[in-house]
């Protein structure tokens, strides 16, 4: 099984600011990484895929990057919607997700 | 817009069979890929399984002896029954749906909104 990291854990930030979220997989999952946000009670929501690729209705404030065994989520200039929790996932073999960063207001 | 449901009981006794239904609206089963996860504090997000034309399956490879996936497109629903459950299987579970290729088929675009699941006599 691919083991995927994220870091930081937690990441306490201003509304406005610029944050980046790391992820990082045991092995290569060449660009099938997908980027998950999950807010307090709702199910996961697909936001980046093939890396970098947004899903259908994202805001461009989020971007993502990386390929291999290290990526990427970057979000401009944080919403208060945007304080939620974040989860990588590969698919490049059996689906494996991250432990997940929960971005909190500072 | 797709929307899945999921529905069964929430708690199961240890050592029995745990059933859940998704029921898919909005869209056809057809071609689609479609999986059951569970989130739970001890372990994350974890696949548990996807069914594929109601035919074809896969799960994961540590809950593989105690899962079965099925589905009925004419009803437009699928079912996840993992038995001898303990109380590590206490969880959130969720249904998705996921892309129509093979390199898409763990790409999850459409989720329920979950349901819980306790595991305890």
Same mark, same amino acid.
Request: hydrophobic share 30%; net charge positive; charged share 10%.
């Given at each position: 099984e691919i083991v995927m990291t994220q870091s930081p854990a937690t990441l306490s930030v201003s509304p406005g600011e610029r944050v980046t979220l790391s992820c990082r997989a045991s092995q290569s999952v060449s660009s099938n990484l997908a980027w998950y946000q999950q807010r307090?009670?709702?199910?996961?929501?697909?936001?980046?895929?093939?890396?970098?690729?947004?899903?259908?209705?994202?805001?461009?404030?989020?971007?993502?990057?990386?390929s291999g065994t290290d990526f990427t989520l970057t979000i401009r200039s944080l919403q208060s919607e945007d304080f939620a929790l974040y989860y990588c996932q590969q698919y490049e073999s059996w689906p494996?997700?991250?432990?997940?960063?929960k971005v909190e207001i500072k | 817009q797709v929307q899945l449901q999921e529905s069964g009981p929430g708690l199961v006794r240890p050592s029995e069979t745990l059933s859940l239904t998704c029921i898919v609206?909005?869209?056809?089963?057809?071609? #689609? #890929?479609?999986?059951?996860i569970r989130q739970s504090p001890g372990k994350g997000l974890e696949w548990i399984g996807y069914i594929y034309n109601s035919r074809s399956t896969d799960y994961r490879p540590s809950l593989k002896s105690r899962v079965s996936i099925s589905a009925d497109t004419s009803k437009n629903h699928f079912s996840l029954k993992l038995s001898s459950v303990t109380a590590v299987?206490?969880?959130v579970y969720y249904c998705a749906r996921a892309g129509v290729s093979t390199s898409s088929r763990s790409l999850f675009d459409h989720?329920?909104?979950?349901?819980?699941?306790?595991?305890?006599s």
């Open positions: 307090p009670g709702q199910a996961p929501r697909l936001l980046i895929y093939g890396a970098s690729t947004r899903a259908t209705g994202i805001p461009a404030r989020f971007s993502g990057s990386g494996s997700f991250g432990p997940g960063t | 609206s909005g869209g056809p089963m057809k071609s #689609y #890929y479609w999986s059951w299987d206490t969880a989720w329920g909104q979950g349901t819980l699941v306790t595991v305890s």
